[in-house]
């Protein structure tokens, strides 16, 4: 299945307890919520369409690893953007390589303000600039560029959003 990215929003009054305890602001099937399936089904269909509203949460899918590079500026020799905060981490592998123990951390409001500022200065140009000077994909250009854009839209998107409201978020990468 791959890992993948959930962000869950809280609001701002719940701030302490979403940095004493970010796992407790995730869902025990954020798959679920985001495809569309029964939560915590062995076999189920799906409607493709995410349960939980826009608004409470935001799935990256596997786009969280290039839109982490992008923000990183790793391979231009510069300092990470501030929304970099968004998709920092990774996964702990285990032992025999085939679990691992997910990344989550919680997001003030205030640290969300400064991440949907960030992110309303990456445009189009970064995604396609830092693609073109990155290593090879699996994908082709254009259908990596399309899918990264979408993300960091919607990224984009949740952020401002949270922003407005004076909420933070609970990421996972996982």
């Known amino acids: 299945m791959g890992i993948r990215y959930y962000a869950y929003a809280f609001d701002g009054n719940l701030t302490d307890q979403a940095l004493a305890d970010p796992l407790a602001f995730l869902s025990a099937d954020p798959l679920a919520d985001a495809w569309g399936l029964e939560p915590g089904a062995d076999t189920s269909f799906t409607t493709f369409k995410q349960t939980v509203p826009d608004r409470d949460m935001l799935y990256l899918d596997k786009a969280w690893r290039q839109l982490q590079c992008l923000t990183a500026r790793v391979e231009l020799g510069l300092m990470p953007r501030c929304s970099y905060r968004m998709f920092e981490g990774t996964v702990e592998m285990d032992g025999d390589g085939m679990g691992w123990e997910p990344w989550v951390r ?27 000077e990155s290593p090879s994909s699996m994908w082709d250009f254009d259908t990596e560029f399309g899918y990264v854009v979408t993300f960091l839209r919607m990224a984009r998107t949740f952020t401002a959003n949270l922003a407005a409201e004076g909420r933070g978020m609970v990421y996972m990468i996982g």
């Open 106 to 132: 919680a997001l003030t409001p205030p640290e969300v303000l400064a991440v949907a500022r960030d992110l309303e200065e990456v445009q189009d140009a970064d995604v396609e600039s830092w693609l073109r």
